[in-house]
């Protein structure tokens, strides 16, 4: 049998707090550890301090969004070798979508989004 794989460092950029909520309980249902930010900013800053193992990043938030807050996470050596899966409601957006990868985004999933799918897709993210 394949040991378990080790439990991950999770930072859930959502500004919805029950979104944030559900995110949270369900990472740690599956044993990671989780740290929310609210904004873009808190998220960059949360992610420079912390060195998270992936970002959960939503677009459309307060004070920096999503696109500003992965442009500061790429550019900056401290974070830009962290995996960020955008979640975001305007995911099927093509133009978000190519916006995003091309800004380095791992993947674009749309909201609501299928829990279980999406954190199979982060866990092999996190652990390549």
């Known amino acids: 049998m394949a040991p378990e794989p080790s439990p991950l460092r999770i930072l859930v950029a959502?500004?919805?707090?029950?979104v944030a909520r559900l995110y949270t309980a369900y990472a740690q249902s599956r044993g990671h550890t989780v740290l929310?930010?609210?904004?873009?900013a808190e998220?960059?800053?949360a992610a420079a301090d912390q060195g998270p193992d992936l970002i959960l990043l939503d677009?459309?938030?307060?004070?920096?969004?999503g696109r500003d807050a992965l442009r500061r996470l790429k550019?900056?050596?401290r974070t830009q070798g962290i995996p960020v899966l955008v979640?975001?409601?305007?995911?099927?957006?093509?133009?978000?979508?190519e916006l995003m990868l091309g800004l380095g985004a791992w993947d674009v999933m749309e909201k609501?989004?299928?829990l279980q799918i999406a954190f199979n897709k982060?866990?092999?993210?996190?652990?390549?």
């Open 14 to 18: 959502e500004d919805d707090p029950a």
């Open 36 to 40: 929310v930010a609210h904004d873009g």
């Open 43 to 45: 998220a960059f800053s």
């Open 59 to 65: 677009v459309a938030m307060p004070k920096v969004d």
């Open 75 to 77: 550019a900056d050596p």
């Open 87 to 97: 979640i975001s409601a305007h995911g099927s957006d093509q133009n978000l979508r």
């Open 112 to 114: 609501p989004v299928d």
């Open 122 to 128: 982060a866990e092999r993210l996190a652990r390549r």
